[in-house]
């Protein structure tokens, strides 16, 4: 009888402690998630037994804040901030939080908060209750990332700070919409490695303050912000596409335009299109400071570009290609690093779209290239420079000695300055300058054949 009461009683141990294991985390005390102290059992405890790991609900209770630290990588089914202002999780930096069920963010007016600094993870089917601005906070160093796969999913209302990133990773068959796009973003990363269906935002997404990076498209998918809705997206930063990228800024009816206020930079095989049959889409260089192009690969299709007035655009010794047009405004400046300088046609130069060069009187170009350089037939006869008021600077920092060529007969409508460099005239060619002129440390130089008009003011 005796040996029959102990088994029992060892057994009825046992079911208490397997009921402990499977029934929900309750916090007892602030502390690290990862320690069982604070989930009021060993410390530091067994994942899984002591502390949450995997599929298993948790809540933290009123007033504590739970910390996931940093390096550690923490997985739930679903989660409880109960109803306080000084309850809290906080994910450090380079922490995470993987979950797969619910995060709920309180049920009343004083609730507890998710304070990201290291990266939330939003799996398949995950939801957040509660999320507002000021309870669902993605710090400076954080990273909301929307690793839905099948369908699309919402974006939670969130506190963006500047700095932290919304992420999307998972898709790889859907091809809707996730809503919650309506939000002022800081960086946007678009990073679907395993994408196996095009993707539209159909005009939702208006602001990324920071910079907007598509990493991949897994090469043989589209990311596209639409397809029949107008679209206007104003980015803060910089636009990269990567090599595995494809941009696709209206693929259809749609009319689409990005205002960029930073660089735009596209690396090997793939990059900004136009994939719509008569959406027209537009990209403007609006920065405050100097913006940067460049590019390892050909623009596929159909891009107004355009370098708004008050704004510098630098091409180096990148071409703008494509089927589409390029416009300098009035006020615009825009510096050209190409050996060919500015040419007519689609194979030489800086500017090689298909369609209209466009260079507007009052507009600037600076010629900075690093070795020497030609201005281009662009300046010709029959050129889109020809005798347009544009005015010209020449900066070019070679030590070759003849550094920009005069390829035929150029008139220089605008203002002349030389700053360095040499302004050589060709064998048989006339440069005419109308406007003011004026040098610092540039020459002009040229041939017995060459001819210099001066029908302007200024000095040399």
């Known amino acids: 009888m005796r040996k029959l009461l102990l088994l029992s009683s060892l057994i009825g141990l046992i079911s208490m402690k397997v009921f402990a294991i499977g029934s929900p985390y309750t916090s007892v005390i602030s502390g690290n998630w990862n320690d069982g102290a604070t989930w009021g059992n060993a410390s530091p405890?067994?994942?899984?037994?002591?502390?949450?790991?995997?599929?298993?609900?948790?809540?933290?209770?009123?007033?504590?804040?739970?910390?996931?630290?940093?390096?550690?990588?923490?997985?739930?089914?679903?989660?409880?901030?109960?109803?306080?202002?000084?309850?809290?999780?906080?994910?450090?930096?380079?922490?995470?939080?993987s979950f797969t069920g619910t995060l709920t963010l309180g049920t009343l007016l004083s609730r507890g908060s998710c304070n990201v600094n290291g990266t939330l993870i939003v799996q398949q089917g995950a939801t957040i209750t509660g999320a507002a601005t000021t309870r669902l906070i993605i710090g400076s160093t954080g990273t909301y990332r929307h690793n839905y796969t099948t369908t699309a999913g919402v974006i939670y209302t969130a506190g963006w700070t500047a700095g932290s990133t919304l992420e999307f990773a998972g898709y790889t068959s859907n091809s809707?919409?996730?809503?919650?796009?309506?939000?002022?973003?800081?960086?946007?990363?678009?990073?679907?490695?395993?994408?196996?269906?095009?993707?539209?935002f159909d005009g939702t997404l208006t602001t990324v303050s920071g910079n907007f990076d598509v990493t991949t498209t897994n090469s043989s998918f589209i990311f596209g912000l639409t397809t029949s809705a107008a679209a206007t997206l104003a980015i803060g930063g910089n636009l990269t596409i990567s090599s595995t990228g494809l941009l696709d800024m209206t693929g259809g009816t749609g009319n689409s335009t990005i205002n960029l206020q930073g660089n735009l930079m596209i690396n090997n095989n793939d990059g900004v299109l136009n994939g719509g049959p008569s959406g027209i889409a537009t990209l403007n260089f609006n920065?405050?400071?100097?913006?940067?192009?460049?590019?390892?690969?050909?623009?596929?299709?159909?891009?107004?570009?355009?370098?708004?007035?008050?704004?510098?655009?630098?091409?180096?010794?990148?071409?703008?290609?494509?089927?589409?047009?390029?416009?300098?405004?009035?006020?615009?400046?825009?510096?050209?690093?190409?050996?060919?300088?500015?040419?007519?046609?689609?194979?030489?130069?800086?500017?090689?779209?298909?369609?209209?060069?466009?260079?507007?009187?009052?507009?600037?170009?600076?010629?900075?290239?690093?070795?020497?350089?030609?201005?281009?037939?662009?300046?010709?006869?029959?050129?889109?420079?020809?005798?347009?008021?544009?005015?010209?600077?020449?900066?070019?920092?070679?030590?070759?000695?003849?550094?920009?060529?005069?390829?035929?007969?150029?008139?220089?409508?605008?203002?002349?300055?030389?700053?360095?460099?040499?302004?050589?005239?060709?064998?048989?060619?006339?440069?005419?300058?109308?406007?003011?002129?004026?040098?610092?440390?540039?020459?002009?130089g040229g041939s017995s054949n060459s001819s210099l008009t001066f029908s302007g003011s200024g000095a040399l």
């Open 45 to 97: 405890g067994v994942a899984g037994t002591d502390y949450p790991n995997g599929v298993q609900v948790a809540t933290i209770n009123t007033g504590h804040t739970v910390t996931i630290p940093s390096g550690y990588a923490a997985a739930i089914g679903s989660l409880t901030i109960t109803n306080a202002a000084a309850t809290n999780l906080t994910i450090a930096s380079t922490g995470s939080l």
């Open 176 to 200: 809707a919409t996730p809503t919650g796009l309506a939000q002022t973003f800081q960086n946007l990363k678009w990073n679907c490695a395993s994408q196996a269906a095009d993707v539209y």
């Open 287 to 444: 920065g405050p400071s100097v913006q940067t192009f460049s590019t390892g690969t050909v623009l596929s299709t159909n891009v107004r570009f355009t370098v708004k007035t008050g704004s510098t655009l630098n091409l180096g010794t990148s071409a703008v290609t494509g089927t589409g047009i390029f416009t300098l405004e009035s006020g615009a400046t825009m510096k050209v690093g190409s050996p060919d300088g500015l040419v007519t046609g689609t194979t030489l130069g800086n500017v090689r779209v298909s369609g209209t060069h466009s260079y507007t009187a009052n507009g600037n170009i600076i010629y900075n290239g690093s070795v020497a350089q030609n201005l281009g037939n662009e300046w010709g006869a029959g050129g889109a420079l020809n005798a347009v008021s544009v005015n010209l600077e020449i900066a070019n920092s070679s030590v070759s000695g003849v550094t920009n060529n005069i390829i035929g007969s150029t008139n220089v409508v605008g203002n002349l300055t030389l700053t360095t460099g040499s302004l050589n005239i060709g064998n048989s060619t006339t440069l005419n300058i109308q406007s003011i002129f004026a040098s610092t440390s540039g020459t002009i």
